[in-house]
């Protein structure tokens, strides 16, 4: 799995866009980009994936650079229970590989 | 279940002792991960079932850890005379086989004095 790397800590303030970026310059054709998140305490959460086109759901947004080298998740307003460490993984799918975790962005929303 | 099901949620044992670790993954999910996070520092994967394949077990340890799964049902992770540095929470999760994403249960956090 190709390697990516992270800011390890970032702020923001509340209710404003989170934009969290990655780096990914070797990923191949066929690894698709995924986002976790953990809050303390918990276990990780997965928030989105996607292979070359921009995603969104209900919890984020995804924007991939045409050369899929970086990505940068979007939280559209964040809030305080935003506040986690969030993963940037890619890896091949659909067949369930074993994630590996690097060491994350520690996101850090603010009043 | 609506989410994966981790038990003991806490666990305190004696160095030496055996500990036996569950898992109840979402139902139908046919991959199963089991990882350990020690306080503090990232995800450690630790061992993958896929339905009856051969299971990835090249994250573990040492031969103290050991793991089991039926099927696609329950896991059970086993830490043979436990140390100190097994102290952790250990994190399972599950994903369907066309895996929009894993589940992670809420973990046990295994205390080892």
């Known amino acids: 799995d190709a390697k990516t790397t992270q800011p390890p800590s970032m702020d923001c303030a509340e209710g404003r866009a989170a934009n969290l970026p990655c780096n990914h310059s070797?990923?191949?054709?066929?690894?698709?980009v995924y986002w976790y998140r953990q809050i303390h305490s918990q276990g990780p959460q997965y928030i989105i994936h996607?292979?070359?086109n921009n995603e969104t759901n209900e919890m984020a947004s995804l924007i991939i650079t045409e050369d899929r080298k970086s990505s940068t998740l979007i939280l559209p307003h964040a809030t305080l229970r935003d506040t986690a460490v969030y993963y940037c993984?890619?890896?091949?799918?659909?067949?369930?590989?074993?994630?590996?975790f690097g060491q994350g962005t520690r996101l850090t929303i603010n009043p | 279940g609506a989410g994966v099901s981790q038990s003991p949620s806490n666990k305190v044992t004696e160095k030496g002792k055996d500990v036996e670790l569950r898992c109840d993954p979402i139902?139908?999910?046919?991959?199963l991960y089991w990882y350990r996070q020690r306080l503090g520092q990232g995800l450690e994967f630790l061992i993958y079932?896929?339905?009856?394949?051969?299971?990835?077990k090249s994250g573990l340890p040492s031969d103290r850890f050991s793991a089991e799964r039926t099927g696609e049902s329950v896991s059970t992770l086993t830490i043979q005379r436990t140390q100190q540095e097994d102290s952790a929470v250990y994190l399972c999760?599950?994903?369907?086989?066309?895996?929009?994403?894993?589940?992670f249960g809420s973990g046990t956090r295994l205390t080892v004095v």
């Open positions: 996607g292979l070359k």
């Open positions: 079932f896929q339905g009856n394949s051969a299971p990835d």
């Open positions: 993984i890619v890896r091949v799918t659909p067949f369930s590989q074993k994630l590996v």
């Open positions: 999760a599950s994903s369907p086989r066309t895996g929009s994403g894993y589940t």
């Open positions: 070797t990923i191949s054709g066929n690894e698709y």
């Open positions: 139902s139908g999910h046919t991959a």
